[in-house]
Nanobody, 120 residues
Framework: QVQLIESGGGLVQAGGSLRLSCAAS????????MGWFRQAPEKEREFVAA???????TYANSVKGRFTISRDNAKNTVYLQLNAVKPEDTAVYYC??????????????WGKGTLVTVSS
């Protein structure tokens, strides 16, 4: 059974930093594209960042230069470093795994999410 368990969410002031982690189990982690999505209140879920099996990263324009995604295949964990956060970054952040090269085209597994709240 595949599990993606997020951690690291919480309350942070605007301009601050936070690191999210997602521990994966039940899948061949190194063979998956891993990513993060987020859903703000009353908005649709949106892509944030991804890192594929070759460690190539992609980002949404709204977070480029502020967020950094990374993976540790030895620990089956993907991270999202959030820097210079803004109130509009407030959302539930979801970890995702895909067997496809482009995660936004197909997500095979989802985590349950972790809430990030940015205060102004």
């Amino acid at each position: 059974q595949v599990q993606l368990i997020e951690s690291g969410g919480g309350l942070v002031q605007a301009g601050g930093s936070l690191r999210l982690s997602c521990a994966a189990s039940g899948l061949t982690f190194s063979g998956y594209t891993m990513g993060w999505f987020r859903q703000a209140p009353e908005k649709e879920r949106e892509f944030v960042a991804a890192v594929n099996w070759g460690f190539t990263t992609t980002y949404a324009n709204s977070v480029k230069g502020r967020f950094t995604i990374s993976r540790d295949n030895a620990k089956n964990t993907v991270y999202l470093q959030l820097n210079a956060v803004k109130p509009e970054d407030t959302a539930v952040y979801y970890c995702a795994a895909s067997g496809a090269a482009v995660i936004s085209s197909r997500v095979d597994y989802w985590g349950k999410g972790t809430l990030v709240t940015v205060s102004s």
